[in-house]
């Protein structure tokens, strides 16, 4: 298999290698973190996650990276996972991006297929829309529909505030801000 993906890489191209935590501040349940380790190189993404679709969960993903544009960009990422651990299963996903001027939109879909428990499948999503006024902070939106963490409600919202610097990138995430159920999520990632 490595040497099939070899094959298939630009000779020039070089990897992009990203490392995140997210720390989930957590009402009443224990605190845990997210960590996500991504690598690219060309058109190859390869991703590996912990504690993503489900607590105790390792999911390993390979997928294809398509972008267009100068100014106004769009970027796709399909990419096939498995996942085993708590959940065990089968994850088609797809993460996008669109930017144009300061205002940045991402969203992350995924769907998993439980091995174990047909009727345990679920449907994944995270979404941001923020305005970078300057290129070390953003602020914006936040949504996420998950199963590492569940309210009474369905789909998670909130607001984010991030800083950026050197490759080193900070966000805290606020969740439910004018309910009970607030809880808030830190991340911090680094590129090289």
């Known amino acids: 298999m490595a040497v099939l993906l070899t094959a298939c890489l630009p000779a020039s191209a070089t990897w992009d290698v990203a490392l995140s935590a997210a720390a989930y501040l957590l009402p009443e349940e224990e605190n845990f973190v997210q960590p996500t380790l991504r690598g690219d190189r060309g058109a190859l993404h390869l991703e590996a996650r912990y504690n993503y679709e489900d607590r105790h969960t390792m999911s390993l993903f390979c ?3 398509f972008g267009w544009g100068d100014e106004t960009t769009l970027s796709l990422t399909p990419m096939l996972g498995a996942v085993v651990g708590d959940t065990d299963g089968i994850v088609p996903a797809l993460e996008a ?15 998993v297929f439980d091995l174990d428990d047909s009727t ?9 829309l923020s305005f970078r006024p300057s290129e070390r902070w953003r602020a914006g939106l936040v949504g996420q529909r998950t199963r590492v963490y569940r309210t009474d409600r369905d789909v998670q919202r909130g607001l984010l ?9 900070g966000t805290v995430y606020v969740f439910n801000p004018t309910g009970d159920d607030t809880f808030t999520v830190v991340s911090l990632g680094l590129s090289f």
């Open 63 to 65: 997928g294809a990276n």
């Open 97 to 111: 991006t669109f930017a144009a001027g300061g205002f940045e939109a991402y969203a992350e879909t995924e769907y």
């Open 120 to 128: 345990s499948s679920y449907f994944y999503a995270w979404s941001e």
């Open 161 to 169: 505030l991030g800083l950026s610097f050197r490759g080193l990138e």
